[in-house]
């Protein structure tokens, strides 16, 4: 006869692995309940939070599959500190409607692992495995025959790095996603409900006008992909505007290391949100707007990030092309994307080596007429042939 699922847990005499399981949808909660049983476990199943505290109280659980609901009346601090005192005690959450901030509460607060319902029989039984242990045995017999490998290997790598370098558990405990179950735990939830996980995720941005549809497809003929249609923003404030009226305005927002050590420069966003607007103007000036193509041909400097932001600022499209690529590579890239301006610099360091991109956009311009202008940035004072009548200086601008 099978254990009334709300009666308080039996003796557990043979060591067989105790399971609580907590979820006020009864069919959901007999359903988990039927199948650990097939599995052979000791299930306990209640209702609610209160009766689960009965449970815990009355007896000794190896693992707890709580809902988020019951988890919450139960409080996750309670559980935590059970977790804590008894260190074989391992608790999974389940939801139906997660969120970024419910996973991340439940793993900073020791939850074991955090499940999307609905879920299928072979990703509760590799949760539950995995909290009790069983995978560990599967761990040490992999080890076993990679040494038994090794050892009949005639040829080894010297160059293989197998050491594990843990961070630090302040950091572990300050970071959005604390460990590699809480970003399975998201991934999963990404894949079961795209809208839903997607359209949470955007809520943290700032929208001019919210999507009516986070995304629509098609696969069959022509692929058609479209993501939070009728939504409109703008990546530029989002990344600077945003910021001006909080505590991060005075934040570091760009800290940059050139090839030298003592070439470093750092930028706060309101110092960002300055020098974009300000080459987001430079760029109206010469006449480019919303859907038109600047190419940035640029090496790693913060121009190059202003210059990106800017764009995206007025609604242009950047097309980023390597700064080590030839004259020829250039012109291919900007000759495909029709671009009608250009931003490069006078050149660069490169491993202690000067790198002429100026001369190399030069190359490229000799068969792109539609390009008018040139702004470059003086990163080196080289000397450099410069057009009259379409380069300009960056910092003339």
């Not at 570091?252 to 470093?264: R, S």
């Amino acid at each position: 006869m099978s254990q009334d699922k709300s009666a308080p847990p039996k003796e557990n005499p043979s060591g067989i692995p105790s399971i609580l399981v907590a979820e006020a949808d009864a069919k959901l909660c007999s359903s988990i309940k039927d199948y650990l049983d097939q599995k052979n476990y000791c299930t306990t199943a209640v209702a609610d939070g209160p009766q689960a505290v009965t449970a815990l109280t009355k007896g000794r659980f190896d693992l707890a599959i709580l809902s988020l609901e019951t988890a919450y009346e139960i409080g996750l601090e309670v559980l935590s500190e059970t977790a804590k005192m008894h260190p074989e005690f391992k608790f999974i959450i389940t939801s139906k409607k997660p969120t970024a901030d419910s996973i991340a509460e439940c793993m900073k607060r020791g939850a074991f692992d955090y499940l999307t319902i609905p879920f299928g029989d072979e990703e509760l039984a590799k949760a539950v495995d995995e909290a009790l242990g069983n995978k560990k045995i599967v761990e040490e017999d992999e080890i076993a025959d990679s040494k038994h490998v090794e050892k009949h290997q005639e040829i080894t790598s010297m160059m293989e790095e197998k050491r594990v370098f843990y961070p630090p558990q302040e950091f572990v405990d300050n970071a959005a996603v604390s460990g590699m179950r809480h970003y399975k735990a998201l991934y999963n939830w990404s894949i079961k409900d795209p809208n839903g996980f997607w359209g949470h995720l955007a809520e943290q941005l700032d929208w001019y006008e919210k999507w009516d549809k986070v995304r629509d497809y098609t696969f069959g003929g022509k692929v058609d992909i479209k993501f939070f249609i009728g939504g409109k923003l703008n990546i530029s404030y989002n990344c600077l505007d945003r910021h001006l009226n909080t505590w991060r305005k005075n934040k570091a927002a760009l800290i940059w290391q050139g090839e030298g050590e003592d070439e470093v420069r750092t930028f706060t966003y309101q110092e960002v949100h300055h020098e974009v607007c300000k080459f987001a103007n430079v760029l109206k000036k010469h006449g480019v707007k919303k859907g038109d193509v600047v190419t940035i041909y640029m090496p790693m400097i913060p121009e190059a990030t202003f210059a990106m932001l800017a764009c995206t600022r007025i609604g242009a499209v950047h097309s980023i092309v390597f700064s080590g690529f030839s004259g020829e590579s250039l012109r291919d890239r900007i000759l495909d994307c029709n671009s009608k301006l250009v931003i490069t610099a006078d050149g660069y360091h490169r491993n202690g080596q000067i790198i002429r991109c100026k001369d190399a956009a030069d190359t490229a311009m000799k068969d792109c007429p539609n390009v008018k202008d040139m702004i470059i940035v003086k990163r080196l004072g080289l000397h450099i042939t410069i057009y009259e009548d379409r380069d300009r200086w960056w910092h003339e601008e």
